[in-house]
């Protein structure tokens, strides 16, 4: 069939690179539009908690250099009060004094008042107007009609820069308030030496346009950097802020988790007890059903059913029995029962108990042990089901006609090792980790009749690390598996040799060490890192 012509292709995206905005692209997009949302509130285009800062910060500098400020009005005062009529300049200095006092009282009661937004541009005008009069005032004294000469030149001069510099320093904060503060003075000056018409006095007109554009790009700068400061530790903070609030809600998970662990650990407590219960009925009456105790089947097939259901129930106990196993150790609740344990028999009777399993499906088990084999310190029960589960997987996934050596010896360090290796199907190296994990099952294990619930392996690692030891699955595919698991040499024993007999008529029933000052039985296995008897 053709394709309609109005119908338009469909071009799908490969299904590996889906299309997804990783975490740390929303992250940054939010903090954009807050930043965009922050400038069209904020009264100089920053953000709004900035402008407060500034101001904040604006205030305390200009209380901070009152002491400062009032020194040069003062010396300003005196010094022109020589320089012309001394009445003048008193009415300028005490007119100075009144408008600077007028700055301090106003940034005092900003500091004194709670921040409130809405009034943040109310009290920036304040502190413009304050500045802006600041400057005319300086102003005054500086174009006074003082003379001509060179010497009152370089006096307007340095006055001007002076006045000029220590404003844009304090109001740094405030870029504005600090050009209202120096704009009125700066072109004041420039004004009288352009008005004086005279080649010198030109170039000082530039050069004071020049010192008020450097203080301005200076205070500018400054700005900058508090700026750039401010918002430093505004991410700072917000960082913290993400910090607490992804450990409270990691908090709250490991609680939940720790919750959902005791729930199952419970669970599972109370469902092994209600399945373990009727099993036994179940495993009972097949049993007895399964052997004709109370006479033949009227039907023969109803054996077999029997024992069908005898073998189904056994399973079950097993899977039942193997899930609480491994919920006590993830939990933590599995104790090991420690005595002296001989690896060499354990093994042994784990193959003798196997031995049938694998005869009937043509598998032979080879033994290698080393002779002279110490005890070890373990739990007999948990190295018993570690042997079992390593060996019935050998058993279950070799082929008939296969072959399977079982292995202890000494290790390197002088531990015990156990090694099982079998000619079996394999397991592919991707798949290694899969079925070291609880209920992961291999392809070999999906594609065979004899499918588990993929717990023995997990639950053998689980027990071998609780001994200390280390657990090495090597594999490959239509080759075989070996699993080789190792007992650290801490766990090695060796008993002492027998003291010699001193007096034969004393001979209690304990020996005295007076090396180490115990008592102990004599003969007695003791503890032994060493690797031999």
């Not at 006055?159 to 050009?179: D, E, K, T």
């Not at 029995?321 to 344990?341: C, F, M, Q, T």
Request: aromatic letters at 6%; one cysteine or more.
């Amino acid at each position: 069939m053709s394709k309609p012509a109005d119908r338009p292709e469909v071009v799908q995206l490969p299904a590996e690179k889906p299309i997804v905005a990783p975490a740390r692209n929303r992250r940054a997009a939010a903090q954009r539009v807050r930043e965009a949302r922050d400038r069209l509130t904020s009264t100089s285009g920053t953000r709004p908690a900035f402008d407060r800062e500034l101001l904040r910060q604006y205030a305390q500098t200009r209380l901070s250099a009152s002491l400062v400020v009032t020194l040069l009005v003062i010396g300003t005062g005196l010094l022109f009060g020589f320089w012309m009529q001394p009445l003048p300049a008193a009415i300028w200095a005490c007119a100075m004094l009144c408008i600077h006092a007028a700055i301090v009282r106003t940034c005092t009661r900003y500091l004194a008042e709670p921040p409130a937004q809405n009034r943040t541009r109310k009290w920036r005008m304040r502190f413009i107007l304050l500045d802006l009069l600041y400057g005319m005032c300086w102003t005054v004294v500086l174009v006074h009609p003082t003379g001509i000469d060179v010497v009152a030149n370089s006096l307007m001069m340095f006055l001007m820069l002076l006045v000029v510099a220590v404003s844009s320093m304090l109001a740094a904060s405030l870029p504005i308030a600090a050009f209202a503060a120096t704009a009125p003075v700066t072109l004041g000056v420039a004004l009288n030496f352009v008005l004086r018409g005279t080649f010198d006095n030109y170039v000082l007109a530039i050069l004071a346009v020049a010192a008020e554009g450097y203080f301005a790009l200076l205070a500018h700068r400054l700005h900058s950097t508090t700026l750039a400061t401010l918002e430093a530790r505004a991410e700072k903070d917000a960082l913290i802020g993400e910090l607490e609030q992804a450990k409270a809600i990691s908090d709250e998970a490991r609680h939940r988790a720790e919750a959902a662990n005791v729930a199952k650990s419970r669970f599972l407590a109370q469902m092994s007890h209600e399945l373990r219960t009727p099993l036994n009925a179940i495993l009972g009456f097949s049993e007895v059903m399964k052997s004709e105790i109370f006479g033949g089947h009227a039907v023969p097939v109803y054996k077999d059913y029997s024992a069908d259901i005898h073998n189904s129930g056994v399973h079950l106990l097993n899977l039942i029995n193997e899930i609480l196993d491994l919920s006590r150790i993830e939990a933590g609740r599995y104790e090991l029962n420690e005595e002296a344990v001989s690896l060499v028999h354990v093994v042994a009777d784990c193959h003798h108990l196997l031995k049938l399993r694998a005869s009937s499906r043509g598998i032979t088990i080879h033994e290698v042990f080393e002779n002279g084999m110490p005890r070890i310190w373990g739990d007999e029960r948990a190295c018993r089901q570690i042997v079992l589960n390593l060996l019935s997987n050998s058993i279950k996934f070799t082929p008939q006609g296969g072959e399977i050596w079982l292995k202890v010896g000494w290790t390197a360090s002088g531990g015990q090792y156990l090694s099982c290796r079998d000619t079996g199907s394999g397991i592919a190296e991707d798949e290694i980790p899969i079925v070291l994990a609880s209920f992961g099952q291999g392809s070999n294990s999906i594609k065979s009749a004899e499918q588990g619930a993929g717990l023995g392996l997990p639950i053998a690692k689980s027990l071998i690390d609780m001994h200390g030891g280390t657990f090495t699955l090597k594999s490959k595919l239509r080759v075989g598996t070996e699993v080789i698991v190792t007992f650290p040499p801490e766990r090695v024993m060796s008993a002492l040799a027998p003291m010699a007999e001193e007096a034969p008529s004393l001979q209690p029933e304990y020996e005295i060490n007076v090396a180490d000052e115990r008592r102990r039985p004599r003969n007695k296995p003791i503890m032994n890192a060493g690797t031999g008897l």
